[in-house]
């Protein structure tokens, strides 16, 4: 039986969340402002089913297809909203779930550091494949699971907050994402990611 693990529509996709889809993705690479759905499923292997039904029911392009043993994750979008929340009908026509079948995201951990060293500074940078973080920045780190909602989480922690993606990785047993700034700013992007995740219904 297949499980709905995340289901989550992006609006428009944010300038910094597009490039770094673009910068380390494999698939047909975003542009801000476009469209976007991230399904993440298990088992893994049945992501391939998902994405062939999404592209011949719609216009939409895949940037991300991950196949893990446990778990399955894709991301469509197009810049036509309509075509993208179409994808996501056949999506779950397909699987026999509701949007509401999906698992509700849980925050499994929420740190900011603050006033970061230099030598803590370098070690993240050579880590990421986003922005740099620099040296008395605030950092923000977040750990959801399912992993998949840490995209939605990073999306409007951008569209609230003047901040740098530092990394995002929404896939795998947890999602993981790195965000750099003032200390404000990194408090204002904090609380919109937070909240949204928060405010997500599921199961």
């Known amino acids: 039986m297949t499980s709905l693990r995340t289901y989550v529509f992006l609006d428009s996709l944010q300038p910094q969340l ?3 889809i673009g910068k380390t993705a494999r698939g047909f690479l975003p542009i801000p402002e476009m469209a976007s759905l991230f399904v993440e499923i ?6 391939n089913r998902v994405t062939d039904v999404a592209l011949k029911a719609t216009t939409v392009v895949p940037a991300v297809q991950v196949v893990e043993r446990a ?5 469509v979008h197009d810049h036509d909203k309509g075509e993208v ?16 079948e999906r698992m509700k ?4 951990s929420n740190q900011i550091i603050r006033a970061i ?3 803590q500074a370098q070690i993240i940078n050579r880590n990421s494949a986003g922005m ?6 605030s950092l923000f780190i977040l750990e959801t699971e399912p992993a998949g909602y840490v995209a939605f989480a990073a999306n409007e922690a951008e569209k609230a907050a003047h901040i740098y993606l530092v990394n995002v ?5 947890f999602g993981r994402l790195w965000l750099s700034g003032t200390e404000a700013e990194i408090d204002s992007a904090a609380e919109a990611a937070v909240g949204v995740l928060e405010a997500l219904t599921g199961v």
């Open 18 to 20: 597009a490039s770094f």
């Open 105 to 108: 995201p849980k925050i499994v």
């Open 71 to 75: 778990y399955g994750l894709l991301e």
């Open 85 to 100: 929340l179409k994808a996501g009908e056949h999506i779950l026509r397909y699987l026999g779930l509701k949007e509401e």
């Open 42 to 47: 298990a088992p893994g292997i049945a992501i």
């Open 132 to 137: 740099m973080i620099l040296p008395g920045q």
């Open 117 to 119: 060293e230099p030598y």
């Open 169 to 173: 990785r929404p896939y795998g047993s």
